[in-house]
């Protein structure tokens, strides 16, 4: 998504100062550090890497170090909440795949979450029904995502009323995929000696063969907010 469209939303939450937070698969953090500049929340961001909490943190120390934000690195399927229903906001952006997908991700959180709080999930939807040639080159198989539609139905299946949702348009997908091409550009300019620069390149061949045949046209993504009832 845009930056323009990821600060939207951010105001969109009007949190109430201390809220609780957490973000499952918090990646660099970004979300919950904004989310502390805006809303003086206490967040708790969860991520196997270790590489990303370490980012994490240092992001912390430079833009809101007297924050109330903690980092932890651990797989998100063993996080266990201090109690149930003890968020106000649960996040999981774009790892659905911790709790075994879009509904396991939804029927987690949800228990994470107190009544009346805000549940958002970043996921994958088929645009149109993807080739037997995408799915074999990504590895996917089409049950693993379902249509937008979907996506929403599922969520009012488990009982949560959806909201709202922001969609990526070809615009933000297309700087997503191609400005990743760029930097391995950059970088094997200012390193042409790099053992690992063909690696790079192999990836950003099958960034243009995969996205531009098929990706473009057949997979989306989107945020979804979902409310828990009372
Ligand atoms: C696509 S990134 C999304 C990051 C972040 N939510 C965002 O929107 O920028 C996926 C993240 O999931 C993390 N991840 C993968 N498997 C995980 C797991 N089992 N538990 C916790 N984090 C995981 C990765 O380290 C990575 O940071």
């Not at 990821?6 to 100062?17: G, Q, S, Y």
């Not at 979450?113 to 089409?142: D, H, N």
């Not at 690992?196 to 473009?216: A, M, P, S, V």
Request: glycine letters at 8%.
């Amino acid at each position: 998504m845009s930056e323009k469209k990821f600060e939207k939303l951010c105001n969109f939450f009007r949190l109430k100062r201390s809220a609780r937070v957490v973000d499952i698969a918090c990646g660099k953090g970004e979300f919950l550090v904004r989310l502390a500049e805006l809303y003086d929340v206490v967040g708790v961001g969860v991520d196997i890497s270790p590489y990303c909490i370490k980012d994490c943190l240092e992001k912390k120390r430079k833009r809101i170090p007297s924050s109330a934000l903690t980092f932890i690195e651990m797989d998100g399927k063993k996080y266990k909440p201090e109690a149930y229903e003890f968020y106000d906001l649960a996040l999981c952006i774009g790892a659905s795949w911790v709790y075994g997908g879009h509904r396991g991700t939804l029927q987690t959180l949800k228990k994470m979450t107190k009544p009346g709080g805000l549940i958002a999930v970043g996921e994958p939807f088929w645009l149109q029904e993807p080739s037997e040639g995408y799915l074999k080159v990504e590895g996917m198989r089409k049950e693993e995502f379902g249509t937008h539609y979907d996506n929403v139905k599922v969520g009012e299946e488990e009982g949560l009323t959806c909201i709202y949702t922001l969609v990526s348009n070809h615009d933000d997908w297309d700087h997503y995929e191609t400005y990743q091409i760029w930097a391995v550009d950059d970088y094997i300019q200012g390193n042409p000696d790099d053992p690992d620069n063909q690696e790079l390149l192999t990836r950003t061949k099958r960034i243009k063969e995969t996205y531009f045949l098929w990706g473009r046209e057949t997979l989306g993504w989107a945020i979804y907010i979902f409310r828990k009832p009372r």
